[in-house]
């Protein structure tokens, strides 16, 4: 199975649970391609099977800058990914309130809106209860894998 592991980070950290998460992945045998900064070329080139988002939230709510052009781009050039399993992982800070995780939830909508399928409910890391997001993320993980039949 080909996967792609699309990242969104300002400081690092999302980057880290994405490594975390891609070892597992692959230690599953799943072929993933990482992309970060993508265009939507370079993503559909990926050929995904399967989808993983790990994402922090920015600014005013949005995704990371390195996110974010692909995010508009889909939105515009709206490719269909019918049925192809995703799972989304955010990361955020609850004393964000209103916006929080919101760059995550975004994307989940983005990706349901472009038909993909969510294969596990979107998992939230909340910076003001924990410093080991890659860690929290691994029981996720592991299911997500389940979920993907791996
Ligand atoms: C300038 C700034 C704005 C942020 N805005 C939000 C926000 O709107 N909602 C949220 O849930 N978290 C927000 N956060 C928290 C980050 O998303 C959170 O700390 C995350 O773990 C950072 O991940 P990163 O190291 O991968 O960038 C913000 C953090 C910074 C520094």
Do not use: H
């Amino acid at each position: 199975m080909r996967l792609t592991l699309l990242t969104g980070t300002v400081s690092g950290t999302a980057d880290m649970v994405a490594d975390a998460a891609e070892s597992r992945l692959i230690e599953a045998g799943v072929q993933t391609t990482r992309l970060s900064g993508a265009n939507v070329e370079e993503f559909l080139a990926s050929a995904p099977e399967a989808i993983l988002v790990v994402t922090a939230t920015t600014g005013m709510g949005e995704v990371p800058d390195d996110l974010l052009p692909l995010q508009l781009e889909l939105n515009d050039r709206f490719p269909l990914l019918t049925g192809i399993p995703f799972g989304v992982i955010g990361l955020g800070d609850s004393s964000y309130d209103d916006t929080f995780c919101q760059g995550g939830r975004d994307m989940r909508e983005l990706l349901l809106e472009l038909q993909a399928r969510e294969a596990l409910p979107m998992l939230e890391l909340d910076a003001s209860e924990t410093v080991n997001q890659d860690e929290d993320a691994e029981p996720w993980v592991a299911e997500f894998l389940k979920a993907l039949g791996r």
